[in-house]
T-cell receptor
């Protein structure tokens, strides 16, 4: 049962254009959402996050949007750069009995073409 | 800067061997996690720990055990390695503060079981 889904395994975008990566979730109890970027042979690095009580968070070229009614999350990268080429994972945090864990999506491989 | 280190980048082991994967973090984080990453499956949580000597099963704990004797160190143990445990193993840590939660990942250990 995949609680966090990234339905697009890959995405190609021209340099300078907008990249939009999508993520859907099923559990309405998730209270925090995060995006990570992963280069080959490296661990994921944190990119941006959003609390479930917000609908938008912006950090430089990166903006995350949260639509709770649709249980949908998206990451916008504007403008896209070749260095953004990586695998992007969305993750959702679930808190129970004072402990929490993160559920990850399957990832989307972004390729930014020069 | 948070640093999470993993004892090996690459490991080759034989079926039936006992395998130890070590993870150390230097930011006094309470929480530590072990994931495995497989193509098309994203990151799946094996075990996590929210305090010394405490451990919780993740989504796929079968065939694994963990040890957390010191706050900074979290070990993953494959009691009897099998070929289906060939994977990329990622360790992560995070603080307990609820705001701006994120996980910090190590570089990963690519394990091949022959």
């Amino acid at each position: 049962d995949q609680q966090v889904k990234q339905n697009s395994p890959s995405l190609s975008v021209q340099e300078g254009r907008i990249s939009i990566l999508n993520c859907d979730y099923t559990n309405s109890m998730f209270d925090y959402f995060l995006w990570y970027k992963k280069y080959p042979a490296e661990g994921p690095t944190f990119l941006i996050s959003i609390s479930s009580i917000k609908d938008k968070n912006e950090d430089g070229r990166f903006t995350v949007f949260l639509n709770k009614s649709a249980k949908h999350l998206s990451l916008h990268i504007v403008p896209s750069q070749p260095g953004d080429s990586a695998v992007y994972f969305c993750a959702a945090r679930h808190t129970t009995s004072g402990t929490y864990k993160y559920i990850f999506g399957t990832g989307t491989r972004l390729k930014v073409l020069a | 800067d948070v640093k999470v280190t993993q004892s090996s980048r690459y490991l080759v082991k034989r079926t039936g061997e006992k395998v130890f994967l070590e993870c150390v973090q230097d930011m006094d984080h309470e929480n530590m996690f072990w994931y495995r990453q497989d193509p098309g499956l994203g990151l799946r949580l094996i075990y996590f720990s929210y305090d010394v000597k405490m451990k919780e099963k993740g989504d796929i704990p079968e065939g694994y055990s963990v040890s957390r004797e010191k706050k900074e160190r979290f070990s993953l143990i494959l009691e009897s390695a099998s070929t289906n445990q060939t994977s990329m193993y990622l360790c992560a840590s995070s603080p307990s503060r609820r705001e701006k939660e994120t996980q910090y990942f190590g570089p990963g250990t690519r394990l091949l079981v022959l």
